[in-house]
């Protein structure tokens, strides 16, 4: 047994559960009345927006914006915690507290499920992707099932892999998402809730608006590429900034970003400190920023 809870346990992935997370669960679990109701809609309110950050930042789509998701009158009659992706299906998601061996399974939101991801809640502060137990698992039909039957975070990311390829294969893409499909993807709204990217460097933090940097390398010159992102209804405010790192922008410096059919260019013709661009996105928006100094260009690739 404890073999295999080290291997999971290697396998599984510690995420941080920043402030934002920890408020909104408060404002739900307040819904509640019964005191033990509202610390167990705590805990799994936790879990959903960690899973539900983890599978945007892997550039899966979710669903958990649904407003009657968070209106405690119309899930009055069931302990659900499901997360949905789009087109493949709902999992649900289960809190292990450190040290548990076993969990009572939710059996009444199995249907149509993909499965159980099953989320360790650490801390106010921690929480980790333990492991997976998918519907077709013969254990998932089993009132309580031990830790050790469960599959590690790596076979999760199997499992979904043919079902999405199964979907791309019927959806109809434009010029600019089979780009995507290749690049390495910066999800902006991760950074409203604190979650960032290797490479990207937060400098600045407020409640509306998230701002990071990063250097990028052109033509034998380090440029910094900085990007301030704020939500309003249902746009995303973006700001693009580029600078040099060692002075003024060089002449003939191109920053270009798409517009909606077209492409928008600054060019720096004379002496430069910054390029700065604003955009208002829809969410869920792809876009680019675009470097290049002649026949040199470089790429960033992001989803609002």
Request: proline share 4%.
């Amino acid at each position: 047994m404890t073999d295999k809870l080290d291997v999971l346990r290697e396998l599984a992935i510690p995420l941080p559960i920043p402030v934002s997370f920890r408020r909104q669960a408060k404002v739900y679990a307040s819904q509640y009345f019964a005191q033990d109701a509202q610390e167990r809609t705590y805990f799994n309110t936790l879990a959903v927006l960690v899973v539900d950050a983890y599978f945007r930042m892997l550039g899966f789509e979710t669903n958990l914006a649904k407003l009657e998701r968070w209106n405690a009158a119309n899930r009055l009659w069931s302990e659900a915690n499901e997360i949905e992706l789009p087109g493949l299906g709902y999992l649900e998601c289960c809190v292990i507290q450190p040290g548990q061996l076993s969990i009572v399974l939710p059996q009444e939101s199995l249907s149509g499920n993909l499965g159980y991801l099953f989320v360790e809640i650490n801390s106010e502060n921690t929480a980790t992707l333990f492991g997976f137990l998918p519907a077709s698992h013969s254990n998932a039909t089993d009132t309580e099932v031990s830790l050790t039957d469960l599959l590690s975070m790596d076979d999760l990311i199997d499992y979904l892999a043919p079902q999405e390829d199964s979907l791309t294969e019927i959806v109809e893409t434009d010029d600019l998402t089979q780009e995507f499909t290749q690049k390495k993807i910066t999800y902006l709204r991760n950074w409203l809730n604190s979650i960032y990217e290797a490479g990207w460097e937060p400098s600045m933090r407020d409640l509306k608006t998230a701002t990071c940097k990063k250097n990028l390398e052109l033509a034998g010159q380090v440029f910094e590429i900085q990007l301030s992102v704020s939500e309003n209804d249902e746009v995303i405010l973006v700001r693009v900034i580029v600078r040099g790192t060692s002075g003024s922008l060089p002449k003939g410096l191109q920053v270009s970003v798409p517009d909606e059919t077209d492409i928008y260019t600054e060019t720096v013709n004379d002496v430069a400190d910054l390029i700065s661009i604003p955009l208002e996105l829809s969410k869920g928006e792809k876009f680019w920023v675009e470097l290049r100094i002649g026949q040199n260009f470089i790429r960033e690739y992001f989803v609002a």
